[in-house]
Each structure stands twice: as structure tokens, then as C-alpha cells.
């Protein structure tokens, strides 16, 4: 086997080998504190039998059939943080189904929540990313980009990035929504709550896709969703006390509070070639344009 291996990479394989060792020498526990397993910041909140676990917990494959979806949340809660997984979605004719990976304080009246929604779409079509922000108990805050790969093809990275000074969505490295801290200007920004990690895989044919035209096809089910590769990084609630106010966390660095430029450009090219919805233009919903598209987020 080893033999092999070395016939095959050669002294680059050697070398790479090498190269990883000292990798997690150097960063020592770290590497293996991240990813965390699912069963360590995870619990199952909705049918244990549709979700299963694979390669030793470091994954899992969330199932949908006519009996149920299924769900799970973070055990813990956290203020501001950066949360990021893995995803492969439904491949094939996913019309009707919705997968959604999200933030959300779990406070009815006054919730703040973050939201990624992939809402299936028929063979060969594009799947649809739906964003939406609720703050201080208010969302209607609706963007939609049409990916530019295929999202059930292989695992692609969502990161939803949280600290005092914006929120980004990232679709692996590429920005695809920015909300500003605006709070100077009155406009509401999640700053009081924490939020908890959630995760769903349900039907909602009655408008995921085309406005509900297209109906899940259940000749094609069981339609199965794959996680793995999740990391919070984040303060816990309750945790440390003065973590969640620590200028200090990595996230509330210098690097984090704005889009670099090659993050910049990226967040242009998507706005230009992918968005399909964004609630800021719709202007037969909002006869007053809402106060945040007009600071500028
Ligand atoms: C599905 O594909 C159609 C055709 O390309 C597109 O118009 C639509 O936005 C896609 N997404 C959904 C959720 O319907
Ligand atoms: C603030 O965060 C930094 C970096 O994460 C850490 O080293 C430091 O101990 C924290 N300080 C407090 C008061 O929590």
C-alpha cells in the first residue's frame, strides 16, 4: 500500500507528507479542534430517524421523505461569531424541497435571524439562494442569487459571518450578501441576542419554487442533503464573561470589518451577474424604500 502510494506521488507525495506534519505540529490542538464532529456543538431537534450520521460523526446525510424532513440546532447559542459548513444539496429534481442553514435568537417577539435558504428547482435548473435578515423582530428582507455552480455536484462551503461591524454571507469565498452595522443611523442591527445554528431539510412546495407552480415529486424520494466539516467560531452564551464584547475576538479584527478588495470584487461580480431578487428594487411590495437600502448596505 505504502509502496504504492510512493510509486505513484513520488518524493512530491513525500514532501506534501512532510510539509503536513509540520502543519499540525505547528498549529497543534487547533487543527484538531476544528471541524468539530456533529455531536459535539450539534443536536438532532426534529426526527432522529432522517438524519444519520456518517464517517464517524464528521458528517452526516439528512433525509426527506413523504413522512418527514428533519432538523438540528447548535447546543449552545453564541454573540457574533463566524459559522461555516459544507453542504451538498439535493441533486437532481429538487423542486419544491428547501434546505435551509441559518442563525436565529429563538425569541419570537423580538427575533434576530440570520438566513441561508436553497430552494430546490427541477432537473438541470439552478438552484436558487434565498438570504434574509431579521433584526429587533423585523425581517421582509429578502434577497435571491441563482448559483453559478451546481450545488449538488460536489460539497461547497456557506459561512454566515456575524461581528460589530457587518453581517456577510459567503458562498465558498465569494460574498453574496453584506448587511452594515447601521445602528448610528437608526437602523436596527442584531446586537442584543444571541443566536443559536439551525438546519432544516422540509417541503414547501407551496412556494419554494416558481412561487409554489412546482410541486416536489415524490416518485423521486427519499432526497437526501449532506453536511459535514462544521465549525462555529463564536462566544458562547453563557460562556466566558466579556467574550462577547472582546474587540480582541479574531472575528472583530481589522481583516473582518469590511470587504478587502478581492472580496469586494467578487461581491460586484455576483451583484451584477447572479442576484434575481432583492427586496431594496421591489417596489410593489415597499412603496417606501426600506431605510437600510438607502445607507447604502
Ligand atoms: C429554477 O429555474 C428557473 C429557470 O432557469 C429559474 O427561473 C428559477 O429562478 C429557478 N429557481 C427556482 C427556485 O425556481
Ligand atoms: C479576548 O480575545 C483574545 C483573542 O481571542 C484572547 O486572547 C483574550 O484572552 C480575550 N480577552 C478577554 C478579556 O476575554
Redesign the pocket.
Known sequence: MSMAIINTFGNVGVYYIVLLLSWFLVSGVCVWGRPATFLQDFEITWSETHIRQIDQGRAIQLILDQNSGCGFASKSKYMFGRVSMKIKLIPGDSAGTVTAFYMNSDTDTVRDELDFEF?G??SG??Y?VQTNIYAHGKGDREQRV?LWFDPSADFHTYTIMWNHHHIVFYVDDFPIRVYKNSEGKGIPYPTMQAMGVYSTLWEADNW???GGL?KIDWSKAPFYAYYKDFDIEGCPVPGPANCASNQSNWWEGAAYQALNAIEARRYRWVRLNHI?YDYCQDKSRFSVTPPECLAGI
Open positions: 430552494l428547482n427541477r435548473q439552478p436558487t441563482n419554494a419554487t416558481r412546482e434575481i
